[in-house]
């Protein structure tokens, strides 16, 4: 099998302008960057009202380090219902430039399930990333300058700013970090740390404003610290807000680029789910609604993870109506890592494993069935896969009365997802949709997280310190009771200890912190031993990437 890359180049991609008129978009409202993708300039005009598409999100079971492939089956998908002659858009996230040069490499799909241009989408691609950086670390940079020129007794106390810096890299010496030492020139000196971009609260903002007017309120309602008297202080107090939507007023504009087959692709903001919420702004998918008759959105990871917050936070915005359906991504070798298989030996057949690792699978479509959402498994294949293993996890899913299809567009393009796009019509005609979220708005946060923890991990019980329920208690004093929790944990399991594989029952889910995103409307809650500042692993994606010397970029998976 050539390579994603020697793939590519066998496509000619079509002008940006065509992609557009794909979707009645005409050329005046395209900002272009080159040839192949571009901004789209056009007011939001979305209403609940008008007609609109059929939305579909694809979700997964816990994946394997590596991840299964559900960006690759989101690509797929739409192409196969395009084939189809259904008038059908993508809206994915933009990757992050920590995993590309990380672990998991780029986010753009592999094989013949690709968007493109695929080397620009995964490094800088139309600057929205660094937009977020930027109006992130402005606002920073106005925390410490206020701090420098009130200093003691002044609006914040500079020993509870709860606001840091970003970086779109991993980078684990930044997690904890010392700033304003060396002088009084320097500032105050005080304790802070770094976070990826990706778990920034200005990219939920982004993500979740439905316009230029949500946006600057979002950004002037993020919590930046306490006073002396231990009040909560706003971005707004610090008049930081309009200089941050200046930075952001280009970004907050939908991304359009396409796939290898000429599927249109709204590919637009970029939260991580373990940490953030996980989806692609709302206005691209506001977008994709009104100018397609099905659109294919991913949310991160497993369904407990982006599943649960696309729901219980994204759909509680009113900005985008619940999916339709949804798609749940399984593969063969992450049923066998989950029934004990090192990695190293998950190319190998072994059915006995396959069936201990199924409980985990099992779960997750448990957890689509509490929402109340007609879904496909998809079991995306794998070359290594036997015919055997393939058969064996239809019949497993069979006898737990899910529809199941296989998926080979990494190996075949929408020809190889024909299956999955005709069981995922017939869910979308047959079966009874009956949606609802995971906890009222009413319900107390302490009762939010318990219910997640229960109902969708599986856990027994939560714990947390006494400091840590407080602190949550005092955010419902000041009046932020109402709002969604998200819960920040491992990706590798159902439960907050990445070891623990499978199915885990009996166990208490430990909540090590929690913070207020009063900005993104939503509680943070940390689980575990989760990390907003991902680290590189011993072998970076990055050692594999270069650069000819024709300028052509190599080794970015």
């Not at 971005?235 to 907050?252: E, F, H, R």
């Not at 923890?453 to 400091?467: D, H, L, P, R, T």
């Not at 009771?481 to 166990?507: F, H, N």
């Amino acid at each position: 099998m050539p390579s994603d890359w020697e793939i590519a180049k066998k496509f000619r991609l079509k002008p940006i302008e065509e992609i557009a008129a794909k979707l009645d978009i005409s050329e005046d409202e395209l900002e272009k960057f080159g040839k192949y993708k571009a901004k789209i300039n056009r007011k939001d005009s979305y209403s609940p009202d008008r007609k609109r598409g059929k939305l579909v999100m694809v979700t997964a079971m816990s994946p394997t380090p590596a991840g299964e492939g559900k960006t690759l089956t989101s690509i797929g998908l739409s192409d196969a219902l395009n084939k189809l002659g259904k008038k059908t858009a993508a809206a994915l996230r933009e990757p992050s430039l920590g995993p590309v040069f990380g672990m998991k490499g780029g986010a753009t799909g592999g094989g013949y399930a690709q968007v493109m241009p695929r080397e620009e989408i995964n490094l800088h691609f139309t600057g929205d990333m660094h937009a977020v950086t930027a109006a992130h670390n402005l606002l920073s940079a106005m925390v410490d300058n206020r701090l420098h020129f009130d200093g003691p007794g002044g609006l914040l106390d500079c020993r509870r700013v709860t606001w840091k810096r970003v970086l779109d890299m991993d980078d684990r010496v930044l997690r904890e970090i010392v700033v304003g030492i060396g002088g009084p020139l320097r500032g105050i000196a005080r304790e802070t740390g770094v976070d990826i971009t990706a778990a920034s609260e200005v990219m939920a903002i982004l993500c979740l404003s439905r316009d230029l007017t949500d946006l600057k309120e979002r950004l002037g309602n993020i919590l930046i610290g306490y006073s002396p008297e231990k009040k909560p202080v706003f971005a707004s107090q610090i008049k930081a807000q309009g200089a941050m939507a200046a930075l952001l007023k280009a970004s907050l504009k939908p991304n359009l680029a396409q796939t290898l087959e000429g599927t249109p692709a709204f590919i637009h903001g970029g939260p991580f789910a373990n940490i953030a919420h996980g989806t692609n702004a709302v206005i691209a998918t506001r977008m994709a609604l009104q100018q397609a008759d099905y659109v294919i959105t991913e949310s991160g990871f497993g369904s407990d993870l982006g599943a649960e917050k696309f729901f219980d936070i994204v759909v509680r915005t009113g900005h985008i109506p619940p999916p339709d359906a949804c798609v749940m991504v399984a593969t063969v070798r992450a049923l066998k890592y989950h029934g004990g298989v090192k990695r190293k030996e998950l190319n190998e057949e072994n059915i006995q494993a396959l069936e201990k690792g199924f409980p985990n699978l099992q779960k997750h479509m448990e957890n689509m069935k509490y929402f109340g959402i007609p879904f496909v498994v998809a079991v995306n294949r794998f070359s290594s896969d036997t015919e055997t293993e393939i058969a064996l996890v239809k019949k497993l899913c069979n006898s737990e009365h899910a529809r199941v299809a296989e998926s080979n567009v990494w190996a075949k393009g929408s020809e190889g997802g024909q299956e999955l796009a005709q069981e995922l019509l017939k869910a979308l005609a047959e079966d009874k949709h009956d949606f609802h979220f995971t906890y009222p708005s009413e319900m107390p946060l302490l009762e939010k997280i318990e219910t997640v923890a229960k109902n969708i991990y599986g856990a027994s019980a939560v714990a947390m310190e006494g400091k840590i329920r407080r602190k949550i208690r005092r955010m419902e004093k000041a009046g932020f009771a109402k709002l969604p929790v998200c819960i920040a944990k491992t990706q590798y399991s159902l439960s907050d200890d990445a070891e623990l594989l499978g199915r885990p029952q009996d166990y208490t889910l430990i909540v090590t912190d929690a913070s207020l995103s009063s900005g993104a409307g939503f509680v943070v809650v940390l689980c575990g031993d989760i990390m907003t500042m991902p680290g590189l692993p011993k072998h970076p994606s990055a050692e594999n990437i270069d650069v000819t010397e024709d300028g052509e970029i190599t080794g970015l998976s």
